[in-house]
């Protein structure tokens, strides 16, 4: 008698914590969830005001070696106006032949700000700051050193794509330095585009 008074209390403790639902198969309807929240779209929008390129130049020879990579990632905060940072990587060797080979290495960072006066010409501010060889340390040569470069410009860019431009500009260096590895003036070609 126990056991079928505990099954009875066992039988209707679960019926009464069983719940129903709807079937729209049969009903043609479905209950409104309230609680789903639907997902909003994101806002890429900023994503097509960052630009990204740099410049590259490479140049081998059977004497001459010489590597110069600085890619640039960039923001544009009002229409004409883009700036940015970017790593600056430079190695140059030169073979003397039987007087031996000379090797320098320079690395680096820089900002910069582009102003587009029309869609073609535009003005350049850059900061390079470039740790590399002191060459006229005799005692140490392998010593390194900080060299700062203020370099003012501009340049002309034409459209090479949807979101792409390609650049040249001539900049020059207002802090010359004794150890300086930058002509004077710089004349650069480079690649630009957005995302």
Not at 55 to 78: C, E, H, K, R
Not at 167 to 180: A, D, E, G, K, V
Request: proline residues 4%.
């Amino acid at each position: 008698m126990k056991k079928r008074i505990f099954g009875l209390v066992f039988l209707v403790f679960i019926c009464l914590q069983s719940k129903a639902q709807t079937d729209s198969v049969y009903y043609g309807n479905t209950p409104k969830d309230n609680n789903h929240k639907t997902k909003t779209p994101r806002n890429t929008e900023w994503l097509k005001q960052f630009t990204y390129g740099g410049n590259t130049q490479l140049y081998f020879s059977g004497n001459f070696t010489f590597v110069d990579l600085a890619p640039t990632i960039g923001y544009s905060p009002m229409e004409r106006l883009n700036v940015g940072v970017g790593f600056i990587y430079f190695y140059s060797s030169v073979n003397y032949n039987g007087y031996g080979r000379y090797q320098q290495s320079a690395v680096g960072g820089l900002c910069y700000a582009k102003y587009a006066f029309n869609d073609n010409f535009f003005g350049q501010v850059q900061f390079d700051k470039l740790r590399q060889s002191n060459v006229f340390n005799f005692n140490n040569p392998e010593e390194k050193v900080w060299v700062d470069y203020l370099l003012v410009g501009g340049g002309y860019s034409i459209d090479v794509g949807k979101n792409a431009r390609a650049t040249t500009s001539i900049l020059l260096n207002l802090m010359p330095h004794r150890l300086s590895i930058y002509p004077n003036p710089i004349i650069q070609f480079g690649f630009v585009a957005g995302f």
